[in-house]
C-alpha cells in the first residue's frame, strides 16, 4: 500500500444498508496500512426523501459520537475524520445547508443518487433502464451535477459516472465534459471512488478517460471505497493511486473543509 492514503468514503450500519461497527472500519484501515479515513455516511435528508437508505435526522448526533469515539480510540495510529455524503435534489438545499451548519465537518461529498423519484443505482429498479432514453438520462443527470457543483454546499462530487453501474454506458459524453468544466470552475474534488470495481460495469467511477479530462481541468481526486463494510475499506487502493499518478492526477483529502494535499 503506498504511503498516507486516506480511504474518505466510509458508511456506517446507521445508513440502514452497511454492516460493522465504525471501529471495525478503522481497524480495516491500520490494517490495511492506510494513514487515516474519513466516515462519510449517507446523510439525514427531509423524511419524504430515501428513508430506508439514510440515517434520521434524529440520529446524527449518535453518528457523530459513533466518530468521535473511534477518533480517540485511534489516536496516535490512525487519523480519523468527520464527514457525510449529502444528496443534492433540487429544492433540499436549505436543509443539507442547515444540516451542515450543525456540526464541525471534515468533508462533505455531494452526490446525486435520484433521477426525480427513481433512484437510478438502486438495483430493485434498474428495469427502468429499458424504459429511458440513455442520452436524455446522461443529459438529466448531469445537468443535476452541475447543479451540485454550484449550490456550494460540498467538497467533491460523488462517483461522477454513477449511472452506468448495472453497464449503461453514456452514448455521447459532452454533458460529461460540460459537468466537468464546471466541477473545475467551482474547486471542487471528484470522489474517486474505487466501488465501481466491485459493481456490474467493473470500471472505478469516473472512468480513465474522465479522469483523463478531469486531470486536465486541474480536477483533483480524493479516494474512495465507498465500503459499506469492513472488509471493502481501501478497496484496491494501491491500483487506484498507480492509475492516478500515471495519469498525471492529484490525489487530496479533506479536513475542516480544507484541501489538504
Known amino acids: 500500500m503506498p504511503p498516507r492514503l486516506f480511504d474518505s468514503h466510509l458508511h456506517t450500519p446507521l445508513c440502514g444498508h452497511a454492516t460493522g461497527a465504525p471501529r471495525e472500519y478503522a481497524q480495516a484501515a491500520l490494517n490495511a496500512g492506510l494513514a487515516g479515513l474519513c466516515f462519510t455516511d449517507h446523510s439525514p435528508m427531509p423524511t419524504w426523501y430515501d428513508a430506508p437508505w439514510r440515517m434520521r435526522l434524529n440520529q446524527l448526533q449518535e453518528y457523530v459520537d459513533a466518530v468521535r469515539a473511534v477518533q480517540a480510540e485511534f489516536a496516535g495510529r490512525l487519523e480519523v475524520r468527520l464527514g457525510l455524503e449529502a444528496d443534492f435534489h433540487p429544492g433540499t438545499e436549505r436543509f443539507v445547508e442547515q444540516l451542515l451548519a450543525a456540526f464541525e465537518w471534515d468533508y462533505v461529498i455531494?452526490?446525486?443518487?435520484?433521477?426525480?423519484?427513481?433512484?437510478?443505482?438502486?438495483?430493485?429498479?434498474?428495469?427502468?433502464?429499458?424504459?429511458?432514453?440513455?442520452?436524455?438520462?446522461?443529459?438529466?443527470?448531469?445537468?443535476?451535477?452541475?447543479?451540485?457543483?454550484?449550490?456550494?454546499?460540498?467538497?467533491?462530487?460523488?462517483?461522477?459516472?454513477?449511472?452506468?453501474?448495472?453497464?449503461?454506458?453514456?452514448?455521447?459524453?459532452?454533458?460529461?465534459?460540460?459537468?466537468?468544466?464546471?466541477?473545475?470552475?467551482?474547486?471542487?474534488?471528484?470522489?474517486?471512488?474505487?466501488?465501481?470495481?466491485?459493481?456490474?460495469?467493473?470500471?472505478?467511477?469516473?472512468?480513465?478517460?474522465?479522469?483523463?479530462?478531469?486531470?486536465?481541468?486541474?480536477?483533483?481526486?480524493?479516494?474512495?471505497?465507498?465500503?459499506?463494510?469492513?472488509?471493502?475499506?481501501?478497496?484496491?487502493?494501491?491500483?487506484?493511486?498507480?492509475?492516478?499518478?500515471?495519469?498525471?492526477?492529484?490525489?487530496?483529502?479533506?479536513?475542516?473543509?480544507?484541501?489538504?494535499?
Open 110 to 261: 455531494g452526490s446525486v443518487h435520484y433521477l426525480g423519484a427513481w433512484g437510478f443505482d438502486n438495483p430493485e429498479y434498474v428495469a427502468e433502464y429499458e424504459a429511458r432514453d440513455l442520452g436524455g438520462l446522461y443529459g438529466d443527470y448531469y445537468t443535476l451535477i452541475e447543479g451540485a457543483a454550484r449550490s456550494g454546499l460540498f467538497d467533491s462530487i460523488g462517483h461522477l459516472d454513477l449511472p452506468k453501474k448495472f453497464g449503461h454506458r453514456d452514448p455521447g459524453g459532452v454533458a460529461a465534459l460540460q459537468a466537468l468544466d464546471v466541477i473545475a470552475e467551482t474547486g471542487l474534488a471528484l470522489d474517486f471512488n474505487t466501488a465501481g470495481w466491485r459493481k456490474p460495469v467493473a470500471e472505478a467511477y469516473p472512468a480513465p478517460d474522465l479522469v483523463g479530462e478531469a486531470v486536465r481541468r486541474g480536477i483533483p481526486f480524493v479516494l474512495g471505497s465507498d465500503a459499506h463494510k469492513p472488509e471493502e475499506v481501501g478497496h484496491r487502493f494501491a491500483e487506484a493511486a498507480t492509475l492516478l499518478g500515471e495519469m498525471g492526477g492529484t490525489i487530496v483529502t479533506y479536513a475542516g473543509r480544507v484541501r489538504l494535499g
